[in-house]
């Protein structure tokens, strides 16, 4: 199966300072098809996981142009440009290319 | 809107089994693989399996094959998950999701808790 290893697994956020997750696959993303199936997904307490970003790099329609995606092959990052409070939360990387689907361990994001 | 709607949850006994049901309905739900993944308490998000529209082709997580079965009914725009043989490591929420396009998910339920203990 595909591991994806995030990094940092706790992240102390200053509001209104960028922050940015990795996430690393033990293999490449690159579906034979010639694409790469790499989304991701935050989830604050109690609710369920909302998707943010798919395709690596592709915005869900209502989520906020701070948040971008970017990477290729095994290494992919998700960027904050200007951390606000409702971004708290866990964030989750999950590749959708090889069988079984699979997710990273979760990034906590806290305001310091 | 999209809705998806799971039920079903309970506690359940170690080798018992129970089926979940997702209700969907803001959407042509015939027109879309649909999906379940699981968190236990306190824990990350486990991919289980996903269906095709009719139900045809089905993937699943290792750790439930052979006990869990995914099945749908278009005209009730119902997702089912059947549980067997369920063990105290199947504790978790249980979400449906809906699969928008190949490798993802948009859409989540707001997830049904399944507790296995004795």
């Known amino acids: 199966d595909v591991v994806l290893t995030q990094s940092p697994l706790s992240l102390p956020v200053t509001l209104g300072q960028p922050a940015s997750i990795s996430c690393r696959s033990s293999q490449s993303l690159v579906h034979s098809n010639g694409n790469n199936y790499f989304n991701w997904f935050h989830q604050r307490p109690g609710q369920s996981p909302r998707r943010l970003i798919y395709r690596i790099s592709d915005r869900d329609s209502g989520v906020p142009d701070r948040f971008s995606g970017s990477g290729s092959g095994i290494d992919f990052t998700l960027k904050i440009s200007r951390v606000e409070a409702d971004d708290v939360g866990i964030y989750y990387c999950?590749?959708?290319?090889?069988?079984?689907?699979?997710f990273g361990q979760g990034t906590k994001v806290e305001i310091k | 809107e999209v809705q998806l709607v799971e039920s079903g949850g309970a506690l359940v006994q170690p080798g018992g089994s129970l089926r979940l049901s997702c209700a969907a309905s803001g959407f042509t739900f015939s027109l879309y693989w649909m999906s379940w993944v699981r968190q236990a308490p306190g824990k990350g998000l486990e991919w289980v399996g996903n269906t095709d529209e009719e139900g045809t082709d089905k993937y699943y997580v290792d750790s439930v094959k052979g006990r869990f079965t995914i099945s749908r009914d278009n005209a009730r725009n119902s997702l089912y998950l059947q549980m067997g043989s369920l063990r105290a490591e199947d504790t978790a929420v249980y979400y449906c999701?809906?699969?928008?396009?190949?490798?993802?998910?948009?859409?989540w339920g707001q997830g049904t808790l399944v507790t296995v203990s004795s």
């Open positions: 999950m590749q959708g290319t090889h069988w079984p689907w699979t």
């Open positions: 999701a809906r699969n928008d396009a190949p490798g993802t998910v948009d859409y």
